[in-house]
C-alpha cells in the first residue's frame, strides 16, 4: 500500500464459500449485475464449471482493513491457459515464450466464460478504498506468487481509468447492446428504424413461425428441469458443431436456477412438443444479460429471434433500460444493436513484454475507436432529416 495508507491485509480464498454470501454481496451489490454476484459465482464452483478440470482455479482476492473488516473483493482465478475469457491474449503469451519467458500461470479478474461488462473490483460503500488501492495489492499478489501478470477484463470504464492511472495497461474492445427510447412495444421500436430494416425484420420474425415452432419465455419457477435437460442437450450439440469446450456442466444450469431463481429467464422453442433451441439471460434491476444460445437443428433466424427479438420484447415489456447480448455479432447491428466500448486492464511484471504490449495497445485502441465510429454510421436507426422510402 501507499505510504499514507491504513494498513490493509489481502488473502486469497481457493473458493468462493470460504467468503460470507452476504458480505461479497455487500461489496459486488448484485442486484444490478447478477454474475458479480455470489449466488452466480458459486453456481460456477460448485457445479464444476470452474475448477481443476476446466483450468479455472479460484484464488479470490479479499482486502481487510486494520480491524479486520472485509473493505473489497475481486472475483480471482489463476489460470494457466486463455480459454473462456473472451479478451485475447494468446499473441501475448506465445511471443513471450518464444522470447524465452513464462506467461502462464497468470492472475485474471473477471466472470468465468461470460463476457459481460460489469465491476470488477468489488469495493464496499463507504470503506474510503480506491481502484487503485486494489488493483496495487493485486500485483503486489502477482510478484510475491510469481505470476507473469494481472488480467481484469470487462471492468466498468471508471476501473479502466482508474488503473491506467495507476499504471495498468488499457485495452478496449466492442460489443453491441440495445437502449430501450421508452418503446411502448415492439412495433414502436420498429418505427424507429429504417424503412429497409423494419421490413427485414418483419420478415426474418414470419419465417421463424413458418418452421412450425411455438416459443416461449420462462422465468424463475416456471423453469423445469425438463427445461435445463434440454438446454444442456441443445449446448452440448451446439459445443460439438463450433469443436469447442464444455465447460458448462448440466449441474450448473440447475444451481443457476435453484440460486437466482426468477431473475433467470430462458427463451425456449418447441416443434411437435419436443424443445429445439433455447436462449438463457440473466435479469439484472435495470439490464437484461444474454448468456447462452444452444440449438439442436438448424432453423433459419431463430437464433435472431430468441436471442435478440425476444430479449427486446421482454425488456419493452418489463421496462429495462438496455439489453447487453454478449460478444461479437456486427450483424447485431441492423436488428437495432449499437456498438458499445468495452474495457480491460493489464498489469505485466516483465518490463519488455509490458512495453511490447503497451505498444500494441495504443495502436489498438485507436483502431477500435475508428471502428466503433465506422459502426455507427450504419446505424439502422432513421434519420430525421432525411424522408422514408414508402413502406409496403
Not at 161 to 178: P, S, T, V, Y
Request: proline share 4%; net charge neutral.
Amino acid at each position: 500500500m501507499p505510504d499514507d495508507a491504513a494498513p490493509f491485509t489481502l488473502s486469497l480464498h481457493r473458493s468462493i464459500a470460504d467468503i460470507d454470501a452476504a458480505t461479497w454481496d455487500g461489496c459486488a451489490q448484485p442486484e444490478e449485475n447478477p454474475f458479480i454476484g455470489h449466488a452466480f459465482l458459486e453456481a460456477l464452483e460448485e457445479s464444476g464449471a470452474v475448477g481443476p478440470r476446466t483450468g479455472w482455479l479460484p484464488r479470490h482476492a479479499a482486502l481487510h482493513d486494520g480491524a479486520g473488516q472485509l473493505v473489497a473483493i475481486a472475483p480471482a482465478y489463476v489460470k494457466s491457459h486463455s480459454y473462456g475469457e473472451y479478451v485475447f491474449d494468446h499473441g501475448w503469451a506465445e511471443a513471450f515464450e518464444r522470447a524465452g519467458g513464462r506467461y502462464y500461470p497468470k492472475l485474471q479478474i473477471a466472470v468465468p466464460f461470460s463476457p459481460v461488462p460489469g465491476p470488477r473490483l468489488l469495493i464496499r460503500p463507504g470503506s474510503g478504498v480506491t481502484v487503485a488501492m486494489v488493483g496495487h495489492a493485486l500485483s503486489e499478489i502477482c510478484t510475491a506468487l510469481d505470476l507473469s501478470s494481472v488480467h481484469v477484463t470487462f471492468c466498468r470504464e471508471a476501473e479502466w481509468h482508474a488503473l491506467g492511472e495507476a499504471g495498468w495497461l488499457r485495452r478496449q474492445g466492442l460489443q453491441f447492446h440495445w437502449h430501450n427510447a421508452g418503446y411502448r412495444d415492439f412495433e414502436d421500436f420498429l418505427a424507429s428504424l429504417s424503412s429497409r430494416k423494419r421490413k427485414t425484420i418483419r420478415r426474418e420474425r414470419r419465417e421463424v413461425l413458418q418452421h412450425g415452432l411455438t416459443i416461449e419465455t420462462l422465468e424463475g419457477a416456471d423453469i423445469k428441469e425438463r427445461h435445463w435437460d434440454a438446454f444442456y442437450r441443445f449446448y452440448l450439440a451446439t459445443v460439438a458443431r463450433k469443436w469447442g469446450g464444455a465447460y458448462l456442466t448440466r449441474r450448473f444450469f440447475g444451481a443457476l436456477s435453484a440460486r437466482l431463481d426468477d431473475r433467470v429467464v430462458l427463451m425456449i422453442a418447441e416443434k411437435g412438443g419436443r424443445m429445439v433451441a433455447g436462449a438463457l439471460n440473466l435479469r439484472g434491476r435495470d439490464t437484461l444479460f444474454g448468456r447462452n444460445w444452444a440449438a439442436d437443428g438448424d432453423y433459419p433466424f431463430l437464433h435472431f429471434e430468441l436471442c435478440y427479438y425476444r430479449a427486446i420484447d421482454y425488456a419493452i415489456a418489463r421496462g429495462l433500460a438496455r439489453i447487453e447480448a454478449g460478444a461479437q455479432g456486427e450483424h447485431k447491428l441492423a436488428r437495432g444493436y449499437l456498438p458499445t466500448p468495452t474495457y480491460s486492464a493489464h498489469w505485466i511484471a516483465h518490463a519488455g513484454l509490458r512495453g511490447a504490449v503497451g505498444d500494441f495497445l495504443e495502436a489498438e485502441r485507436l483502431a477500435m475507436t475508428a471502428r466503433e465510429a465506422d459502426l455507427r454510421s450504419f446505424s439502422p436507426f432513421r434519420n430525421k432529416a432525411v424522408d422514408e422510402e414508402t413502406e409496403t
